[in-house]
T-cell receptor, first 110, second 115 residues
Framework: QQPVQSPQAVILREGEDAVINCSSS?????VHWYRQKHGEAPVFLMI?????EQKGHEKISASFNEKKQQSSLYLTASQLSYSGTYFC???????????FGRGTSLIVHP | GAGVSQSPSNKVTEKGKDVELRCDPI?????LYWYRQSLGQGLEFLIY????????KSGLPSDRFSAERTGGSVSTLTIQRTQQEDSAVYLC?????????????FGPGTRLTVT
């Protein structure tokens, strides 16, 4: 079952922060985050495994709340290069095939 | 190093014709996935291969779609009797395993247009 991402779109100015949420109705083993720029392939950002860990990548970090079956991606002090569509992919223990959400479009203006 | 490659990058075909899309995964990656992405939509899982195991075909939308993976490496996705609703970008991804612990590396995709 497809995870639900929110919001659908975010418009920011450079330097502002954003949070993208991903929630699932199923118990999760892992959550994957990818960014896709227009006309390009999705690019891996990070994976979080069950255990409620938090990870960071430059000024982008994420959390995974196993009990709530949710993950959040945090973008701080956004840069123009952060623009793109962010996808979360969730995998459950019974099947390790990530199921992706519809994506969140992030636009960063100067 | 070489990433995932796909060919052709663009394919325009007439309704009713068959098409073959090719994917070359990263060397050493045992797992290979095919996804479909329609305009403004997310990534729709189609099929995955893990080593020599039987593929998981649970995402294939109809029996017009099939895929094979030869020698545990190159994969071909075939769509028979194409329909206009098959128009989309077809993405291939490979990963070290399907344990859910490893990132997927995506190819650039094949944009299929059915006229």
């Amino acid at each position: 079952q497809q995870p639900v991402q929110s919001p659908q779109a975010v418009i920011l100015r450079e330097g502002e922060d954003a949070v993208i949420n991903c929630s699932s109705s199923k118990a999760l083993y892992s959550v994957h985050w990818y960014r896709q720029k227009h006309g390009e392939a999705p690019v891996f950002l990070m994976i979080l495994l069950k255990g409620g860990e938090q990870k960071g990548h430059e000024k982008i970090s994420a959390s995974f709340n196993e009990k709530k079956q949710q993950s959040s991606l945090y973008l701080t002090a956004s840069q123009l290069s952060y623009s793109g569509t962010y996808f979360c992919g969730t995998a459950s223990g019974g099947s390790y095939i990530p199921t992706f959400g519809r994506g969140t479009s992030l636009i960063v203006h100067p | 190093g070489a990433g995932v490659s796909q060919s052709p990058s663009n394919k325009v075909t007439e309704k009713g014709k068959d098409v073959e899309l090719r994917c070359d995964p990263i060397s050493g990656h045992t797992a290979l996935y095919w996804y479909r992405q329609s305009l403004g939509q997310g990534l729709e899982f189609l099929i995955y291969f893990q080593g020599n195991s039987a593929p998981d075909k649970s995402g294939l939308p109809s029996d017009r779609f099939s895929a094979e993976r030869t020698g545990g490496s190159v994969s071909t996705l075939t769509i028979q009797r194409t329909q206009q609703e098959d128009s989309a970008v077809y993405l291939c991804a490979s990963t070290l395993s399907t344990s859910g612990r490893y990132e997927q590396y995506f190819g650039p995709g094949t944009r299929l247009t059915v006229t």
